[in-house]
């Protein structure tokens, strides 16, 4: 055969989502990060060359560009505005503010009356509406760290944004995005206050108790074991694919969420008896 039928039958690699890429770069990123740390515990790297414990280890200087005058923030990031920038510099941008750092044109949900929604769970419909704009925030505090001329500073935003933007995409596949979104919420305000303070390291490190006090009882079913046989019942199936004003209110069961109508739109009634009057955790019914 003649080398264009060779090249026509050479098999092709497997089309990947954009999730699947993210997830993948996030992976690779998570493992340099390792690696990473692994060398410094053994004393390959050193924040100080002079403290090195192989004194036979020289790693070369790194070459860079020739040093130039550094530009202002405003210059580095021309589409976000003055006011954003000087809020994420004084640690003061909420985390329900974080849709303005998204450039991709991507519509914001409405309300039935037609206002833009201030629900977060709404405002970020999906891991991708929260993602794209927290890369864009830690862009800014990366350089704003910069600014310190701490390599540590730096270190520790750049390295916890993927650290903690990788967490965000694990917890996405395991637990209900409207869960995930308000466990991010926390989460950011947390770490606004450790900021204001100088510490800059929280974003690398995961939140076991606020994991558990949100996500747990927000679980994704288990898509494999029912296509695997396994029996469950329509009501236990995840709803999280349905539209929002289909969805039953998980808060309202629980006995946290009490305004009606529901705030975000869903659906008020018991997931036992299908009563209005009461959600689940006051359900009497056998």
Known sequence: MGSGEEASSSPKPPAMDNAELLSK??????KLIAQYELNQKHGYI???PSAARHEDFKPPPFTGSAPTESKSLRTQFPDVKSSLLLDIMRHHLAPDDLHKLDFHGRPLAAETKGKASTSSSLRYKSVF??????LTYFQVLGAFAATSGTALDVLHVMRGGMVYVSHIIDLSTRYQWEAVVRYHGRFHDARLVDMEEGDYSGWGRKDIDLM???LVGWEVRDKGRSAAGSSGSKSDKSTSS???TQQVCWDFNKGHCSTTPCPNGRIHKCRKCSSTEHGQHACKTK
């Not at 509406?129 to 927290?134: A, E, F, I, Q, R």
């Open 25 to 30: 770069f996030m992976e690779a990123q998570q």
């Open 46 to 48: 050193s924040a100080d």
């Open 129 to 134: 509406d929260l993602v794209v704009p927290l």
């Open 212 to 214: 558990a006090d949100v």
């Open 242 to 244: 349905l539209p929002i």
